[in-house]
């Protein structure tokens, strides 16, 4: 598959075409080791090294779908990795817009900064993404990219009013992708609940 067939499909798929549109200014290429450039646009996840992954293009698709970016929110993406979901929230929220990227592996951190070394609306941290980053909270938005049993409250915490939180959450072989909106400083609704996914486990430290 190239990139102009991933596209096709992603588009049959319904996506937003904000969405469609990063993905198709985003080079996936430049965020996968070489040795694996052919693959660089075959629906499927693929290794960064480290014991981590790039996730599936459908995959991303559908976590952004529901995360629902907007131009100039500010963003935190938990478990970053390569950098490639950072590079496309990067696109949707545009210059006036800001994405943090929290990633413990201290290699893939470091190469990520170099992948992104032309966004300039992107910070990447090398840090746990357990406390999310107080420093810049409350967040329009917050992606965590890696399986998790429960939610951290710190995360929680960090989500302004009205903003959502996408994670997989579920069993250490499983998933589901559940969105929840933050309608107040006390109350949550779940506004999406799709099973079958499975993530890496998410690393506190």
Same mark, same amino acid.
């Given at each position: 598959?190239?990139?102009?067939?991933?596209?096709?499909?992603?588009?049959?798929?319904?996506? $937003?075409?904000?969405?469609?549109?990063?993905?198709?200014?985003?080079?996936?290429? /430049?965020?996968?080791? /070489? *040795?694996?450039?052919? +693959?660089?646009?075959?629906?499927?996840?693929? $290794?960064?090294?480290?014991?981590?992954?790039?996730?599936?293009?459908?995959?991303?698709?559908?976590?952004?779908?529901?995360?629902?970016? +907007?131009?100039?929110?500010?963003?935190?993406?938990?478990?970053?990795?390569?950098?490639?979901?950072?590079?496309?929230?990067?696109?949707?929220?545009?210059?006036?817009?800001?994405?943090?990227?929290?990633?413990?592996? #201290?290699?893939?951190?470091? #190469?990520?900064?170099?992948?992104?070394?032309?966004?300039?609306?992107?910070?990447?941290?090398?840090?746990?993404?357990?406390?999310?980053?107080?420093?810049?909270?409350?967040?329009?938005?917050?992606?965590?990219?890696?399986?998790?049993?429960?939610? $951290?409250?710190?995360?929680?915490?960090?989500?302004?009013?009205?903003?959502?939180?996408?994670?997989?959450?579920?069993?250490?072989? *499983?998933?589901?992708?559940?969105?929840?909106?933050?309608?107040?400083?006390?109350?949550?609704?779940?506004?999406?609940?799709? $099973?079958?996914?499975?993530?890496?486990?998410?690393?506190?430290?």
């Amino acid at each position: 598959m190239n990139k102009e067939q991933l596209l096709q499909s992603l588009q049959a798929r319904g996506f $937003p075409k904000k969405i469609l549109e990063a993905f198709s200014k985003v080079l996936r290429e /430049e965020f996968i080791p /070489e *040795e694996i450039i052919d +693959k660089a646009y075959e629906d499927t996840a693929l $290794p960064i090294g480290k014991g981590q992954t790039i996730s599936q293009p459908y995959t991303i698709a559908i976590m952004l779908s529901e995360l629902d970016p +907007k131009t100039g929110q500010k963003i935190l993406e938990v478990g970053s990795g390569c950098g490639y979901v950072l590079a496309l929230l990067s696109e949707i929220v545009g210059k006036g817009g800001k994405v943090f990227g929290l990633e413990i592996v #201290k290699e893939l951190a470091e #190469k990520s900064k170099e992948n992104l070394h032309e966004y300039k609306n992107v910070r990447v941290l090398h840090k746990s993404g357990f406390e999310g980053f107080p420093d810049k909270a409350p967040f329009d938005r917050i992606l965590i990219s890696a399986a998790i049993r429960e939610i $951290p409250e710190p995360l929680i915490s960090q989500l302004k009013v009205g903003g959502i939180i996408v994670a997989p959450k579920g069993s250490r072989f *499983e998933q589901d992708i559940i969105a929840i909106k933050r309608k107040s400083k006390t109350e949550f609704e779940l506004l999406k609940r799709i $099973p079958g996914f499975i993530f890496v486990p998410f690393v506190e430290g």
